[in-house]
């Protein structure tokens, strides 16, 4: 903060202090401080607004700024044409494309990059497998990897990595818990039915569980993550779960002796069917995806002020 006494203010926002402000490096008090006066002094406000402008997320704001005032300009004329916007049906097209457009912004980051790209190597790397290489435990290996890939979707569709708008985002009324479930609940539409297809489709094995039974230990897998995501953040959270599904399943092949190529799939065939398999194994998946869901809904305010998840 620069030394100045111009009236009304002893002080005012220095360019190093703006600069930190916007890379996060500055201290809270100094925020804080800042952030009440850019309320009242324009100058102030305009070198803070140039400093993020300049930043890496100047971009994204110019866009989100140049979307609402398209939208003003755009509420403008309909107000011009119909008088009020009260006389506007609340279902018109308008009022569905503005909803369509929020909602398509929400679920952005779970529809795009690395994890829509590792689903797609994943199906494509198993029937590549099955079909050109004729390898008999594409099946089991495709199903082996199902339950964790949803988790890895919802680790790269929520934070600051994989958002430029997190910061943004978690600010308002809706963000939070509730960006994170739309996200997730895009991550499982679009998945879900992409890797059971996909499992249908490949030649069956013997002692190869159905292409459906990964479906409850995956819900209770992702919800797990979400639950442990709200004290440790969602990337840990995943890798975490990630690395347990992997021990559960390869650990005890290992230990009973490295088998030959075919019997290594058989071998994980049968640990498959002991982990997913049967009524007894989708019960215990469904309890725990219930107790996950409810540890969600008691930790679900964490997340209105988590920065690391």
Do not use: N
């Amino acid at each position: 903060m620069s030394s100045q006494d111009t009236a009304p203010y002893a002080w005012h926002v220095g360019g190093p202090l703006a600069a930190r402000y916007v890379s996060g490096e500055a201290a809270e008090k100094d925020a804080w401080s800042l952030e009440k006066h850019v309320e009242a002094c324009g100058p102030c406000a305009a070198r803070v607004s140039a400093a993020v402008r300049a930043s890496a997320a100047g971009p994204a704001l110019a866009e989100v700024r140049a979307t609402v005032l398209g939208q003003a300009r755009a509420s403008r004329a309909a107000r011009g044409r119909l008088g009020t916007v009260r006389d506007a049906p609340h279902g018109s097209w308008r009022a569905r494309g503005r909803h369509a457009a929020r909602a398509l912004w929400t679920v952005g980051p779970a529809l795009r990059g690395p994890w829509a790209v590792a689903v797609v190597l994943v199906v494509l790397g198993a029937a590549g497998l099955a079909h050109g290489a004729g390898l008999t435990g594409a099946r089991t290996l495709l199903l082996a990897l199902a339950p964790v890939v949803p988790v890895a979707g919802v680790a790269l569709s929520h934070g600051r990595h994989a958002d430029p708008m997190h910061e943004i985002v978690t600010s308002t009324p809706s963000g939070g818990l509730r960006v994170l479930l739309i996200r997730t609940a895009a991550v499982l539409m679009t998945g879900v039915p992409v890797l059971t297809g996909a499992e249908a489709l490949l030649p069956d094995g013997d002692g190869v569980p159905g292409a459906a039974t990964w479906l409850l230990p995956g819900l209770a897998l992702t919800l797990g993550s979400l639950a442990l995501g709200s004290y440790v953040g969602c990337r840990t959270a995943a890798a975490v779960l990630g690395t347990g599904w992997a021990c559960a399943v390869l650990l005890p092949v290992a230990a009973a002796g490295p088998p030959a190529g075919t019997h290594l799939s058989s071998a994980m065939s049968e640990q498959l069917s002991h982990i997913i398999s049967g009524a007894s194994a989708q019960s215990g998946w469904a309890a725990a995806g219930a107790l996950c869901a409810g540890l969600l809904a008691l930790r679900r305010h964490s997340f209105d002020r988590m920065e690391k998840a």
